[in-house]
Nanobody, 124 residues
Framework: QVQLVESGGGSVQAGGSLRLSCAAS?????MAWFRQTPGQEREGVAV???????????YYADSVKGRFTASRDIDQDTLYLQMTSLNPEDTAMYYC?????????????????WGQGTQVTVSS
């Protein structure tokens, strides 16, 4: 059974940092972080894909560029999200997702595998 297990969420004050991890039991071409708040659609945050030339390449939503850094340990099948300069608008449930045949990186419907999520709460 495929598992994606997130960890590292918690509560932090504005301006603080958190690091999320996602351990996968499957090796896929693309892994990503999404987030969701109640009543809102799931939003893509960062996508990391394998690259023959560069190892891995990362893509970010405009709302987190310059503040969040996604990375991936290919050997350990683990995805990370280093979040800095957090603000209350970053408060959400953060989900790890994975898949292979994905053309729209920030579309949650493209992903096959999902974790259960880890809550991030940023207070002002």
């Amino acid at each position: 059974q495929v598992q994606l297990v997130e960890s590292g969420g918690g509560s932090v004050q504005a301006g603080g940092s958190l690091r999320l991890s996602c351990a996968a039991s499957i090796h896929t071409y693309i892994m990503a972080w999404f987030r969701q708040t109640p009543g809102q659609e799931r939003e893509g945050v960062a996508v990391v894909r394998r690259s023959n030339r560069h190892g891995v390449l990362a893509y970010y939503a405009d709302s987190v560029k310059g503040r969040f850094t996604a990375s991936r340990d290919i050997d350990q099948d683990t995805l990370y999200l280093q979040m800095t300069s957090l603000n209350p608008e970053d408060t959400a449930m953060y989900y790890c997702a994975a898949g292979d045949e994905i053309s729209r990186y920030f579309d949650p419907d493209e992903y096959t595998y999902w974790g259960q999520g880890t809550q991030v709460t940023v207070s002002s």
